[in-house]
């Protein structure tokens, strides 16, 4: 599965001991839209995003998610949390990251200047 991103939507600067937490923080910030995935899991996440468009906008709001609270919703079925959850796993994320865990909190500062830019 490949995946399509905006450029510099949320650059982060590089070095060689947090390369790959760049690439994830990196990640964190899409946008769902940006995502190459099926019609179906996309109309589901549109559905989940319009109960509170603050919760699931970013990638770094879906891996918060729990997925059993996505199942929860009734607007998700089992195959589209299955793609979501394999590409995640693809981008080296995966749902139920703690809003203490080191990437989230980076994600969430970023997201605030993302907000505020119209990203």
Known sequence: MSTKIKAGAC????SADHQIDDKR???????IEELEISVRTY??????????????????????WE????LRT???????LR???ELLEELGLAFGMKPDHELV??????R???QKRGD
């Open 105 to 110: 909190v980076l994600f969430n500062e970023k």
């Open 74 to 80: 009734k607007k998700i079925g089992r195959s589209s």
């Open 83 to 85: 793609e979501i959850r």
């Open 67 to 70: 997925e059993r609270d996505l």
């Open 43 to 64: 109309g589901y996440l549109l559905k989940i995003r319009d109960m509170d468009p603050d919760k699931l906008t970013y990638i770094g709001d879906l891996v918060q």
């Open 11 to 14: 650059a982060v600067p590089s």
């Open 25 to 31: 923080l990196y990640r964190l910030c899409w946008r």
């Open 112 to 114: 605030k200047s993302l």
